[in-house]
């Protein structure tokens, strides 16, 4: 039976509260909050590409905290200064190591969030080389798959993923000639694991940085239209597929984010928990944006099970989430709760439907009675 006349109009009019057709444009639907016909690209002025969104962050807050990752019970933390400065030393490393700016000359990266993910990334964005983020869930077959199609000449990896590049380098026939070690030192080990491949040379990311700062080359800026990164799909349907991401389709998305939610404005005083894989474009989208406010960035410890324990150490103001780990938050909380006597069980269940009636009603606060009687507040 086909949809009845009621839900149609229903949805129709539904839709026309959302967007509207641009004039002559053969459909193409646009915000009904854009008060013209006019794409917005930029989410703030002269940020036009993600070196710019960086550049604004560097600007608003070049000596406070940029990347930090947990030492002990906190977080060590390089300012903004120190973390422009290794990304012009490694971007510069890889134009010494054959990395032409501009070429269809393509650097894959693979590994856990962390610092030199961010040095990497911005490494290539800062001289206008593409990227190509990969993740070992996909399986060698799916690796080779986009390694081959995109040429990619350098792998920079994780050491928890060496293991990985290295068997299927052994295994498979690429172009790749040089592999850069994130994060310590190459070992023996590591050399000889690649010995075999004639011309195949393993670095660590401080020699790279190294030969950069030693004889520093000037920046090739990126254009809003220059190829920001290469996403590929998890293939469920065949081989993964890539899709070309330009630097204005993220300055785009972030122009759409802030535009929509006028109040989400953020500044140096933010901090955002990286734990989201840097592989998807969800995360990138988040660190890029908080670049923007010149906000800090700590990185989770790559154990989920941690997370609260990272959550607690660094206090995020920003916390992007997918549906799956806030299901895990959820029924960890609530198999907690299950456990206590009637009272506590009563009083929580209390306080979150008090505070479910205020944030329908659009207040959002963290000083209520409630939240100072049931919040676990560590500091």
Known sequence: MGASPTRVCSYTNRREQLSRVIPGSDGVHISVLCPTDEIITTPYEGVETVFDAFARGLKLNPTGNCLGKRAGSGYQWLSYEDTDLRIRHFGSGLVH?????????????????????????????????????????????????????????????????????????????????????????????????????????????????EEGKGDLVPMCLPTPETVYTICYTSGTTGKPKGVLITHRNLTATLAGLIYANKDFILDPSDVHISYLPLCHLFEVIAQVFAYTGGASIGFHCGDIKKLSENILALKPTIFPAAPRVLNKIHDKIMTEISGKNAVVRGLFNYALNSKKAEVCNGIIRKDSFWDKLIQKDPS
């Open 97 to 209: 190591n054959g990395i032409v700016p501009n070429d269809d000359v393509y650097v894959a990266i693979m590994g856990i969030n962390c610092i030199d993910w961010v040095i990497s990334m911005f490494g290539c964005a800062f001289y206008s080389i593409t990227y190509v983020p990969m993740y070992d869930t996909l399986g060698e077959e799916a690796m080779f798959h986009i390694l081959t199609q995109t040429k990619c000449q350098v792998i920079i990896t994780h050491p928890d993923k060496m293991s990985a590049v290295q068997n299927m380098l052994k295994k498979c026939d690429t172009n790749v000639r040089l592999v850069i070690k994130m994060n310590s030192d190459v070992t023996d080990e590591d050399r000889d694991a690649v010995k075999e491949k004639e011309g195949l040379v393993v670095k660590s990311m401080k020699e790279v940085e």
